[in-house]
């Protein structure tokens, strides 16, 4: 019996910091429903997905931000998503800013902002939640750039980890789950913890400028797409897995985001594509079964992985030199051997 899901990419246009959440959830609503017309069974939405990509707004008082925030999940706002999913037996995910009331590493019951994103069965029940690991931007406001991004003064770094769930989708009766959102998906090494755990569809929604804002250097504009379908690309390959990749598009408070969200199966290759920068949706039909060709030959983790050679990874953060040779430079310096 083929392990066949339909997905979709529900690419969303612009949403202006005067939009509200009833905007975006309306939006949504009518993009699950052309969804159902296509027998699409899991639909992915952005990050963020409820408001303007609000990082880029600067809050002096982070209280003054909870506005952007859910406070619970489903929300009254974002209540008939729910309810249309049920109806229509629809499983979704979507991404959104989370408020928490939680204990931290050190026991105190405290608020915590995480930048969240949900798997959603056709039940309306909640199967997966991921907060975001690799957070961009900066904390405090920075006079140099144009436009702020100010993800790490808003969100803490996601404490779950990259978690995967085998859980029933669409007609399916087990599916390996995972997430990431935006900034995840350029770093292997989300992709390879999801890998690990046997992922089979990888779904990620992405708000990203088409111009680089650091400010730091001279970037082409159309190495900004490139750069985010050759990680989607790669990642789905080198962990034989499908991947969704939704984004947020169009020009939004008067900066512009680039759309192109794809869909990507085990071999690395573009299913489909979004063409505009609005509301649209990509669909295509995976079949799972196709991730077991890399996984069982290239990428047959247990036989070929050698752990013990990249230490590095989990042991250091930043780059660090390497020694400079000269005659007397041993040859069989072993690159584990830390700095
Ligand atoms: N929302 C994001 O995480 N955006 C980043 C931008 C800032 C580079 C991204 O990786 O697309």
Same mark, same amino acid.
């Given at each position: ?13 612009? #949403? %202006? ?13 009518? #993009? ?9 069974? $899991? ?8 408001? &303007? ?30 309810? $249309?999913?049920?109806?229509?037996? /629809?499983?979704?995910? #979507? ?5 928490? =009331?939680?204990?931290? =590493? ?41 436009? %702020? ?6 969100? @803490? ?7 995967? *769930?085998?859980?029933? /989708? ?10 990431? /959102?935006?900034?995840?998906r350029r770093?292997p ?21 088409? #111009? ?5 250097? !001279? =970037?082409?504009?159309?190495l900004r797409v490139f750069h985010s379908h050759l990680s989607i690309q790669a990642g789905a390959y ?7 990749a ?16 794809i869909?990507v199966?085990?071999?690395g290759?573009i ?10 949706? *990509? &669909? ?16 047959? !983790? ?10 590095? +990874?989990?042991?250091? +953060?930043?780059?660090? @030199? ?6 007397? &430079? ?10």
């Amino acid at each position: 019996m083929p392990r066949i899901i339909t997905v979709a990419a529900a690419q969303l246009g612009p #949403l %202006q910091k005067a939009d509200t959440r009833q905007v975006a959830v309306e939006r949504m609503m009518r #993009l699950m429903e052309r969804a159902q017309t296509r027998g699409v069974e $899991l639909v992915v939405f952005p990050e963020l997905a409820l408001t &303007t990509f609000f990082p880029r707004h600067y809050h002096e008082d982070i209280g003054e931000a909870d506005g952007w925030f859910e406070h619970a999940m489903p929300s009254n706002e974002t209540a008939p998503l729910f309810a $249309l999913a049920r109806k229509l037996g /629809i499983a979704f995910h #979507l991404g959104y800013a989370e408020l928490a =009331e939680e204990t931290d =590493e050190t026991g105190s019951l405290r608020k915590r902002r995480f930048n969240t994103s949900i798997l959603v069965n056709g039940r309306g029940e909640i199967v997966l939640k991921y907060r975001k690991v690799h957070l961009p931007g900066h904390a405090e406001f920075d006079p140099k750039r144009k436009v %702020q991004h100010l993800e790490k003064r808003y969100f @803490e770094v996601g404490n779950l980890g990259f978690p995967v *769930i085998r859980a029933p /989708i669409g007609g399916l009766s087990g599916i390996n789950m995972g997430m990431m /959102i935006c900034n995840d998906r350029r770093w292997p090494e989300a992709w390879r913890v999801l890998g690990l755990q046997g992922v089979e569809l990888v779904t990620l929604g992405y708000n990203t400028p088409s #111009l680089n804002m650091d400010a730091a250097g !001279f =970037e082409a504009h159309h190495l900004r797409v490139f750069h985010s379908h050759l990680s989607i690309q790669a990642g789905a390959y080198q962990n034989a897995t499908f991947a969704v990749a939704t984004a947020k598009a169009g020009t939004e408070d008067g900066c512009e985001l680039f759309g192109h969200s794809i869909i990507v199966n085990p071999q690395g290759e573009i299913m489909a594509q979004a063409t505009s920068w609005d509301d649209e949706l *990509i &669909t295509a039909d995976c079949d799972l079964d196709m991730c077991t060709l890399g996984r069982t030959t290239i990428f047959a !983790f247990d036989k070929h992985r050698r752990p013990e050679t990249y230490t590095r +990874i989990t042991e250091q +953060i930043g780059a660090v @030199e390497p020694p400079v040779w000269s005659r007397d &430079t041993p040859t069989h310096r072993r690159s584990t051997d830390l700095a």
